[in-house]
Structures are given as structure tokens and as C-alpha cells.
């Protein structure tokens, strides 16, 4: 079964005022509609993450919903 990204995406936004008081201002990774971790930056979540990228929502948790940043990981792109 492929990972459904999206699905992540539509809790974290329906969900988004409650994890913003639980996490104001963290990146949250999130898999399967629960919150794997809470982190201070991107690159901690990234790097204490034991899913490969790809396999989860990396959000920045913030108070409005305006501030939603789509950020996409892929270790096999290059950009030259």
C-alpha cells in the first residue's frame, strides 16, 4: 500500500487550530492521521525520522491557515 500524503494533509488542516496549541510553531511529522514527532526545525524532524522521505507530512504547525508552505523532499532529484 503506497503512502497517501494527502490524506495526511486534509487532518493536519482540519485539525490544524488543536495541534497549534499543542504545537505552536513546530514541525510536526505526520503519518497515517497521528503525529509521529514535534521538532523545533525541519532539518531535526528530517533527521530524527526513522520513515524514509516521502513516507510522511512534514508540516510547520502555525496559527493561520495563510502560512501553509508545500515543501517536497526527494533524495533522487537533482537540479542542475
Given amino acids: ?14 485539525n490544524r487550530a488543536d495541534l497549534f496549541r499543542q504545537y505552536p510553531g513546530q514541525f510536526l511529522v505526520i503519518r497515517n492521521q497521528e503525529v509521529l514527532g514535534a521538532y523545533d526545525d525541519d532539518l531535526a524532524a528530517i533527521e530524527s525520522t526513522q520513515l524514509p522521505l516521502g513516507e510522511y507530512l512534514l508540516q510547520e504547525c502555525l496559527a493561520s491557515p495563510d502560512a501553509y508552505v508545500e515543501r517536497v523532499y526527494t533524495p533522487n532529484l537533482v537540479m542542475a
Fill in 1 to 14: 500500500m503506497s503512502y497517501d500524503i494527502d490524506k495526511d494533509f486534509a487532518w493536519f488542516k482540519a
